[in-house]
Structure formats: C-alpha cells, structure tokens
C-alpha cells in the first residue's frame, strides 16, 4: 500500500531544487528543502506521541512550518486540523474537546492561555515561533529528517475542517486522501495549471480555499508560490508582475479595484484570477474587466465537498454563476424529497462525487441525514441550472452568512446576544456588503435593562471577529409568521442598503 497524497504532492519533490514558496521576510524555499522541512517536522510529532490515525490541532499563524506541519502529517498518517487563528478560547475549547487531538500547536503568544485547557483535556501542547527551546521551529531545526512514509488508502482520513452547523454546534468535516487529491487533479486539468505557473497566494491556510486549493493545486504541479502573511493590495500589485495566477476572495478584487495601481498593462503577464468562497457581485465582474481586460472566474465550493463547480477557462465565464460541475462531480437541483427539478427550476443544490466528504466527525446521525439514498449530498444552498448548464446560486436554506469569504452562522450570534441581560431576543442576517460580500446585522428587541456595552463586550470574548455583527438595530418587535417564526427575509429586506446605496442612487 501507498501513500497517494502525500507521494502525489510531496514526495516526488525530494530533490527538485526549484523555488516551491518566494518569502517575503526569509529565505526561499525550494521543494526539496520544503520535503526536509516536514520530514523534520514528522519526527517532532512523532516524538510527542503522534500516531496514524491522531489529530494534531493547530492555531498558529501562516508560515511554512506550518503548511510543511500539514504535510509532515501525511507523511504519518495523522490527521491535520486546522483552526482560524481568529477563533476565541472559548471556541477552541470546543474543538479540542470535540477533536480530542494528540497534540496542539499554537502560536508562542498563546501558550499560557492554552496551556491549563490542554493539561485539563490531556493535549499535548506545542507552541510554533524560534524564540526558545520546545519550539516546533527550534526542534525542527535540531531534528533528523524521518524518511518513512505511512502506508495510507485513498479512504482514509487527511483532515478535518471544522463547519458551523445550522443550531450554533460547529461540525468536523472528515476529508478523505480520496478527497483532496481527486480535486486537485480536477482543479489542475480545468485551470489548465503547469510547473510554470506562479501564484500569489495571499489566503490562509486555516480554510479549504488557501489551504487544499491554491496549496494542494501547487504542490501537484510543481509551480512556485508567492507565499504572502495575507492580503495586502499593495503587496499583491507588487507581485502581480512576477505571477500568473491569483486566488481570492471577492474582497481581494474589490480592494485591488480601489488602487489606482490595477491597470490593464500591470497584470497582462496574469493568465487567471479565480475568485471564490463567497459571491462576487456582478458590478465587481464587470468593473474588473473594464480595469484590466481580464475577466474573474467564479467558482463554488464548501469545506464539505472542497471545490464542486467552476466557470470555464475557455470560453463565458458568466457573472452571477459558478459555471459547471469539475469533471467527476455531478450536480443537481432538487426539491425537499430529493427528486431532480428541470432547468430554471430553483431547488436544492445536491453534489455526488469523489471530492465529498466522508461526514461528520462523531455525528453519525447528522451525517446520515445530509445524504440522500443515492449518495447525494444536500449542501443547504439554493440554486437553479440554466438551459446552459450554468449553476446560480441563489440563496441558503439555513440562512448561513459568508462574510470575507468565511462562514458565520446566525444561531451562534444570537444565542450569545440573547444570553446579555436586557435583550428579551434578537435575530441575526447577512446583507450585501461592497467589500466583504455579506456584512452582519444583529436585529434586537430589548427592555429598560438594555446596555449596549453588555452586547459588544460579550461578543468581544465569544465570539471570532469576523462574526461580530458591524450593525445593530434595535425594533419593537421582530416581524413573524403565523406559526411563530422569524422572518428573516423582512430583516434582509429591511436593511439591504445598511451598507450599500440603492442603484438608483448611485452617479
């Protein structure tokens, strides 16, 4: 037995002496010295009790010790989970109780806040920075590079990415060798990407996009990375000369459409710009391409089934749709039974391929209940196929927000508003925003007792801050249904231009 992901993506390259990732504040590294780097990092896990099979949590800033740790964790058969950097001690406790890993690397500055929740749960615990001994990056240097690769079936775990579900309760989404590399084989061959190719890649490495998309599609073709902290529109202008594609955001493009930099001649050595992990607004699309000549590919994905459809390379790649499933992958839409709606028709958007998931960690029942019969995965989107074959998305049945193209949940914002004393409840929306695609509104009935500060303050130690709502409204009451629910398209109606002006009012 093999290893396919990792003998596809990182051990073919012991040797290649090529630029793998350009840094902008140390050296560059080659493949062959980013191979040595996660061999190292292999035998530090393995001296802290790491095993195939094991989960090795990590919260820590973007560098390449830690995307060599998520390879090092291939080459052993653990399981590499990932966690935004943004997320508060109170959601890591979550996590790691939820994820039991064997060990937890953060950053240095974290190490005393997580130090007694690790000892409590068990974990071991290991911070990243060079700043003294009992370091991932200091005992990675005085480590022997371990040469032995796990034996790995394409069924087997390679992460687990934490989703938000729908009640507030975040789910691990178990990602299969099968998985990751099949679409990044898809991904590869649609995009048309080769060893020549340079991208920037200004995304983090918590997230499928940053991490499995841009990280996985460069390591299968030997292209060299522009490895940026993150993003930075001034420091992606500088690299656009030096590129060939660029990955992003719709808050990457929005923010490069504000430099006067952005012109036709700076990125004519650009080949692709993909966006992605939320919407791109149309007016984006076509302002872009008036700047540039260049027109953005919008794609869909979701941490659960990686990236599902893609606008073409070759040919329209049509504003307002995420083009068409990746070779392998089938779609549909369907009604609440699951049977298949014709064209034009709006349904539920449901994928079947070798990019989806295996399910939910430790959540069997919740598993079995997001597949249908024939394998189908339900994602929650709302969307219709054109007669051109073009999928749209155009809504979510669990009205979850994608805000900067991260995942926000309504039910966990509210629970922790509603639980501030002086609100007698509150109802959380996404409205369009220019720059992060979906901004947070937080709608909320309250009494006398009511301070402000009590929400901002709770939300501030809760909550990550990108799901800190950046409005509040406060209403006599929240407008419902005859059975009693909230009806959260009044809300969206009601405060769709908190951050946009009406069309007819723009010059």
Not at 51 to 56: F, H, K, M, S
Not at 170 to 191: D, F, H, P, Y
């Amino acid at each position: 037995m093999t290893n396919p992901l990792y003998d596809a993506l990182i051990g073919r390259h012991r040797g290649n002496t090529k630029t793998f990732l350009e840094l902008a504040d140390s050296e560059d590294l080659s493949f062959d010295a980013f191979v040595d780097l996660a061999a190292r990092i292999a035998t530090v896990l393995l001296d802290h009790g790491v095993n195939p099979g094991d989960r090795v949590a990590v919260q820590a800033p973007k560098t390449p010790e830690v995307l060599a740790t998520y390879a090092a964790c291939l080459q052993i058969g653990a399981i590499f989970l990932p966690l935004n950097t943004a997320y508060t001690a109170a959601e890591v406790e979550y996590f790691l109780t939820d994820a039991t890993p064997r060990l937890f690397i953060v950053a240095t500055t974290a190490e005393v806040a997580c130090k007694p929740l690790c000892a409590r749960l068990g974990i071991g615990l290991l911070t990243l920075g060079a700043t003294r001994d009992g370091t991932l990056v200091t005992a990675s240097t005085r480590a022997a590079p371990h040469r032995e690769v796990v034996p790995r079936d394409p069924e087997d775990l390679a992460a687990i990415l934490y989703t938000s579900g729908t009640t507030g309760r975040s789910k691990g989404a178990m990602l299969t060798q099968r998985n990751l590399l099949s679409n990044a084989e898809a991904l590869v061959e649609i995009w048309r990407f080769t060893t020549d190719d340079v991208l920037i890649h200004a995304l983090p490495i918590f997230h499928t996009h940053g991490l499995f998309v841009a990280s996985n599609v460069m390591l299968l073709v030997g292209g060299t990375m522009l490895f940026q902290a993150g993003f930075n529109a001034d420091a992606v202008l500088d690299a656009i000369p030096r590129a060939s594609v660029l990955m992003g955001v719709p808050t990457f493009y929005t923010r490069l459409l504000g430099s006067e930099r952005l012109t036709r001649s700076h990125v004519e050595h650009m080949r692709l710009f993909i966006s992605g992990s939320a919407p791109l607004l149309a007016e984006t699309h076509v302002e872009f391409e008036a700047r540039t000549g260049q027109r953005i590919l919008e794609r869909y994905g979701m941490t659960e089934t990686s990236m599902t459809t893609s606008n073409p390379y070759d040919g329209e790649r049509r504003a307002g749709t995420v083009g068409f499933p990746l070779p392998g992958v089938t779609v549909r839409v369907a009604d609440k039974d699951g049977v298949q709606l014709p064209p034009g028709e709006t349904g539920g958007l449901e994928v079947k391929g070798p990019n989806v998931f295996k399910g939910y960690w430790k959540m069997p029942e919740k598993t079995a209940s997001e597949f249908r019969s024939d394998g189908h995965f339900i994602t929650g989107d709302m969307a219709r196929i054109d007669e051109g074959g073009y999928v749209q998305i155009v809504g979510r049945y669990n009205d979850m927000i994608i805000s900067g193209g991260l995942n926000v949940y309504p039910k966990e914002i509210e629970t922790e508003i509603d639980a501030v004393p002086g609100v007698l409840e509150s109802a959380v929306v996404g409205v369009p925003h220019p720059d992060f695609g979906e901004a947070i509104v937080a709608v909320m009935v309250v009494d006398s007792g009511f301070d402000m500060a009590g929400v901002e303050s709770r939300l501030e130690t809760r909550l990550a801050r990108f799901k800190r709502p950046r409005h509040y409204a406060i209403v006599p009451e929240l407008p419902r249904n005859a059975m009693g629910k909230v009806q959260k398209a009044e809300l969206r109606e009601a405060h769709k231009h908190q951050f946009t002006r009406p069309r007819d009012a723009r010059t």
